[in-house]
């Protein structure tokens, strides 16, 4: 698989995603919630022994890193002392809440793209996990601002509202969606490259 249907295929599944959203921006008075982050991490390659794939990285702190790359890792002979390392990570959360008069039971699933440079390309690689998760509102309790989710296992758990208000926006038997997405991408850069 190529970085580039790994992109495709990202951007599939955010449209797919997005539409979902737009469904319960039609029952704005169901509690949902979001939030995102994304963090670049930089490194430069001190050492590399192409033989036994040792690779020692260093940080903008100074701190250094050393790891034997597996033999997934492809073109690592084009890595090389001085070279650029450059990680994004992106990690996303959703929480929404539908109602269920069709008594949907809870589920879960996952869904994971990865890629990496073809032979002879600069090296790369990303990777995206999202993970879905469904569960039902068993109890809402107002004066203790607590309320109790049934998850796909028919474990039940108690939680604490964080806004009381959306404890009033709920009622037992409703879906709560909670999608988790965290991605990954990984490119090394000479310096001296354009």
Known sequence: MTLKLLLATGLLFTTATAAFAEESADAPDKPSFAASRTITLGATVVAVDHETREVTLEGA??????????????????????????AEVFEEITVDVFANPEGVE?????????????????????????????????????????????????????????????????????????????????????????
Request: glycine share 10%; net charge negative; no cysteine.
């Open 61 to 86: 702190d100074g701190e250094t890193v050393s790891f034997t790359a597996g033999d997934d890792v492809r073109n690592l002979d084009q890595v090389e002392a001085g070279d650029a390392v450059l």
């Open 106 to 194: 809870p589920g879960a699933g996952e869904f994971v793209a990865a890629a990496r440079a073809e032979a002879g390309e600069a090296p790369g690689a990303g990777v995206m996990d999202t993970v879905i998760i469904s569960a039902i509102v068993e109890e809402i309790d107002l004066e203790a601002n607590t309320f109790k989710l049934r998850g796909p296992e028919g474990n039940v758990r108690e939680f604490t509202a964080a806004n009381p208000e959306n404890l009033k926006r709920a009622e037992t038997g409703d879906l709560v969606v909670i999608t988790i997405t965290q991605a990954v991408g990984i490119m090394v850069a000479h310096p001296n490259s354009e």
